[in-house]
């Protein structure tokens, strides 16, 4: 029982300090066991933290083979996009289209003189094939006159006040885009102060024949391709350029770039881990925390997996290409200008894309093969080697099963102990509290006798 403090009233001892002293010398026991809990904490939280490190890297190996990074792609350059827009909406056939564009897509405009009603009007409104009617209320602003008409899209126009003048134009554009405005349920049309018709889009396309479109976006020109019409070109047009289907090598970079990362974060990790020191006499809770997996033998299992499977010959790649360091993947060289290349002692990862660049100009079947992007080779088999440490049945969830084990045990032998200090505690009390009473006892029959005594 924590906090009892007991003065001695008979004894004139301080009761409380006195237990107090001895429980002190109790829990030195306990102090060991807490450390022990720290430190299988500490081990539990390294070994998931190395688990999700490997994960990344399985993902990031997977990712080099992934039919996502080689599937075929081809370039597109426009040489005026300010004039003219591009889009692949499947494979073009690789070249160079010319567009020259002499007139673009317009809506039709109309302009009425707007007059309040003075009584409720239903104004029937139409384009580009549909229709609506708009009731417009007695007395109301040609400003609540736009904002209902815009609010209604099946009008087929927008509304813009101009002035004191309401001018429609088409959502649609091209020359089909008529405007039609009446009253009294469509007897009665409107007659606009000016009316500026719309127009089809003009275009060639290599010099060929006028085609029209009655909008500026072109879906049929070019098969595969979308274009988008943004200005008149003039005579020269505008270029639209399309590449040879082949992998996107900057993709590829990407690809390889995070594999390097995540190798070498996990790599910086596992070796982190294997080489930290532990405290033999720990005096807090971060030195117990410490050292709780030096030269543990499956951390070097996995780091000797890693380098092994990124230096030696990859299975399923060409005898003439099966090196990572033969596309600029590799440790680097330990020494140079002198001093010494300490990433490469610790056995992380680089990149020479010069090198990589070399190499898929001269062989990219070969690169592509290599890396899985046609079949197993590096980016299946090394996630295989990973994945048989990182899975969620694989050794390091074993172990982290363990440290939780570990834990539950160091827990229940804590709360085991406190009980024990609890009942010993109480006993000091017990006994101390006996003592004061028989002194007290003592005292009285003393008392009792000297005053006989005396009589």
Excluded: C
């Excluded at 089809?200 to 274009?227: E, H, K, W």
């Excluded at 990859?314 to 596309?327: P, R």
Aim: hydrophobic content about 40%.
């Amino acid at each position: 029982m924590a906090g009892i403090q007991l003065t001695g009233l008979s004894s004139g001892l301080d009761t409380g300090a006195i237990i107090d002293s001895l429980m002190s010398i109790e829990r030195l026991p306990r102090q060991r066991l807490s450390y022990q809990q720290v430190a299988a904490e500490a081990k539990r939280t390294a070994l998931t933290d190395i688990q999700t490190k490997l994960s990344a890297l399985k993902t990031a190996s997977s990712d080099l083979g992934s039919v996502l990074t080689w599937g075929d792609t081809q370039s597109l350059t426009v040489s005026d996009d300010k004039k003219l827009g591009a889009t692949k909406t499947a494979g073009v056939g690789p070249g160079t289209y010319n567009f020259a564009v002499t007139q673009m897509a317009s809506a039709e405009r109309r302009t009425y003189t707007f007059t309040s009603p003075p009584s409720d009007v239903t104004l029937t409104l139409g384009s580009g094939g549909t229709s609506a009617d708009v009731v417009l209320q007695a007395g109301i602003s040609i400003d609540d006159a736009v904002a209902k008409i815009n609010a209604d899209s099946a009008t087929g126009v927008f509304a813009v006040k101009v002035g004191s003048d309401l001018v429609l134009a088409s959502r649609k554009t091209g020359a089909s885009s008529t405007i039609s405005a009446s009253i009294d349920g469509g007897l009665t049309e409107l007659t606009p102060n000016s009316t500026v018709a719309g127009k089809d889009a003009n275009y060639t396309v290599d010099g060929g024949a006028v085609q029209t479109s009655a909008t500026n976006t072109i879906t049929n020109a070019i098969p595969g391709l979308d274009v988008t019409l943004k200005g008149i070109t003039g005579v020269g047009g505008v270029d639209v350029t399309v590449g040879n289907p082949g992998a996107d090598t900057a993709s590829v970079k990407t690809k390889i770039k995070s594999f390097i990362s995540a190798y070498n974060d996990a790599m910086s990790l596992l070796r982190a881990k294997y080489e930290e020191k532990g405290v033999n006499n720990p005096q807090n809770n971060i030195d117990a925390g410490k050292g709780t997996l030096r030269s543990d033998a499956e951390l070097n299992r996995i780091m000797t997996d890693m380098r092994s499977s990124v230096a030696s010959e990859v299975t399923g790649a060409d005898a003439a290409l099966n090196l990572l360091s033969q596309i600029g993947i590799s440790t680097g060289a330990t020494t140079g200008s002198g001093t010494l290349n300490q990433d490469a002692i610790a056995g992380k990862l680089s990149f020479d894309e010069t090198k990589f660049d070399a190499a898929y100009a001269s062989n990219p079947t070969g690169v592509k093969k290599l890396l899985g992007g046609s079949g197993t080779a590096f980016g299946q088999t090394f996630a295989a080697v990973i994945d048989e440490h990182s899975a969620a049945t694989g050794l390091l969830s074993t172990r982290v099963t363990q440290a939780d084990s570990a834990i539950e045990t160091v827990k229940t032998s804590l709360a085991s102990f406190d009980r024990r200090l609890d009942a010993r505690q109480q006993f000091l009390s017990n006994q101390f509290q006996k003592m004061e009473a028989a002194l007290a006892a003592s005292k009285a029959a003393g008392a009792r006798l000297s005053a006989q005594l005396g009589q």
